[in-house]
């Protein structure tokens, strides 16, 4: 594969997702506050981080061997 086409999808996809965040954080039903909503987030914070780790590390990978 060229490699434009899959630097144009990786950016297709982070503007997809930028979008569909901010959709999900100004909708109606997410303006409510709610007094649990603040608990255990360090966990979802480590869990998350991981997972972007994780990411980076297979990207990379993928990157280094399919040359």
């Known amino acids: 594969m060229h490699i434009g086409f899959l630097i144009g999808s ?3 996809v982070m503007a997809l ?3 569909a ?3 999900v954080g100004f909708s109606r039903s ?3 506050e709610s007094s649990a909503y603040g608990r255990g ?5 480590t ?12 990207i990379i ?6 040359r």
């Open 10 to 12: 990786v950016f297709v």
């Open 17 to 19: 997702a930028l979008a």
């Open 21 to 23: 965040t901010l959709l």
């Open 30 to 32: 997410n303006r409510s």
């Open 41 to 45: 987030t360090g966990k979802k914070w």
């Open 47 to 58: 869990r998350l981080g991981s997972i972007y780790v994780l990411c980076v590390v297979l």
């Open 61 to 66: 990978a993928i990157l280094l061997f399919t």
